[in-house]
């Protein structure tokens, strides 16, 4: 008995420091998404290049893709354009959603359609286009909808407009090979 | 020196006055600026890790502390605002997380180990009193007259 009672010290700092351990590896901003499993939160978005074509998540059913939410302003939305391109290449069908910045009216010009879709273009035209085309979500509405915290995030959404993966970061060919091709495979054959 | 001086308050007030000019929110009552404030200070921002949407400049916090003060002239609740940012973010935007299987252990733990002490303290004190009189029971008077004698024998 005392002699196990002796050990019962080191037992628990080995326990303690070995969850502290564990801590020092893990990914504080990974957490389960609430959006998972739920269907798309209802809009109309209009498409940044033909402001005229509305798109509502009715008109997204039918096939599994990827919503990927992007800006030209974020540095790692653009350094994954190439790898998205390849994708769309392999057949993935990637929709854009269009995270505009919020404007202070004190310091910025107002908001300029035109000039968007050229800043888009060129770096569509740069970097590789990998969207099959984009929404416009200027206010952020349905990013706040989606739960989405920032630029850059994807969804995967399945053909009946359910979201069935929610990734926070950049997508390159370990997190896709790892994470998401499988899912997307999933997701595709049913 | 009196230049100087007057050339760095000069630019003291340059800087005090320019960043974060914050928008001036219009309230129809006292109790909804209340429930405006606590809510911003409750609420977690998704993107800057260990701060609340009322600290933080990154545009969700922004964005959600925007949808607060609208829901808010809305006339929603505090629960009904809590809900509708949960429901989009996740139990980890409320700085209260809730009761649930994973989240009982930090109420539990506290209270096992306060057990886990007293019991080891109860124990310990009823071996010290089950010990104390067996000894004085073993010694008898004559083993101490005993004792006694092998001390001063090796005086």
């Known amino acids: 008995m005392r002699k196990v009672l002796f050990y019962v010290p080191l037992l628990a700092f080995l326990a303690l420091a070995l969850f502290l351990l564990s801590g020092l590896f893990s990914d504080p901003r990974e957490r389960e998404s609430a959006s998972l499993n739920k269907a798309l939160p209802n809009f109309a978005l209009a498409d940044l290049m033909q402001p005229n074509t509305i798109w509502t998540p009715e008109k997204l059913k039918g096939e599994v893709f990827l919503l990927n939410v992007w800006g030209t302003w974020c540095p790692t939305c653009n350094a994954e354009l190439g790898y998205l391109s390849e994708l769309r290449q392999q057949g993935v069908k990637i929709v854009g959603l269009y995270y505009e910045l919020p404007r202070d009216p004190a310091f910025d010009p107002p908001f300029d359609l035109a000039v968007l879709q050229q800043e888009v273009q060129q770096k569509l035209q740069q970097q590789g286009d990998p969207y099959q085309f984009n929404m416009l979500d200027l206010t952020r509405s349905v990013s706040l909808d989606l739960g989405v915290s920032g630029a850059p995030e994807t969804f995967i959404v399945d053909a009946d407009g359910i979201v069935r993966a929610h990734h926070i970061g950049d997508i390159n060919p370990a997190v896709w090979r790892s994470k998401l091709a499988p899912l997307y495979q999933q997701w595709s054959s049913q | 020196m009196k230049a ?140 101490l007259d005993q004792l006694i004698a092998r001390y001063r024998s090796k005086k």
């Open chain 2, 4 to 143: 100087l001086l007057a050339v760095l308050l000069l630019c003291a007030g340059l800087f005090s006055s320019v960043p974060w000019a914050e928008e001036v929110l219009q309230f129809d009552n006292d109790a909804q600026r209340d429930l405006y404030q606590q809510l911003t200070a409750e609420l977690r921002c998704p993107q800057c890790q260990n701060q609340n949407i009322a600290d933080s400049h990154a545009v969700v916090a922004v964005d959600m502390r925007e949808k607060t003060y609208q829901l808010i002239r809305e006339g929603k609740d505090r629960q009904q605002v809590l809900d509708y940012m949960i429901n989009r973010y996740g139990d980890f935007v409320h700085y209260l997380p809730p009761v649930n299987r994973y989240t009982l252990w930090l109420w539990l733990l506290p209270l096992l180990m306060l057990l886990g002490l007293i019991a080891v303290g109860v124990f310990r004190r009823a071996q010290q009193s089950k010990q104390v009189p067996q000894d004085i029971a073993g010694n008898t008077a004559a083993e």
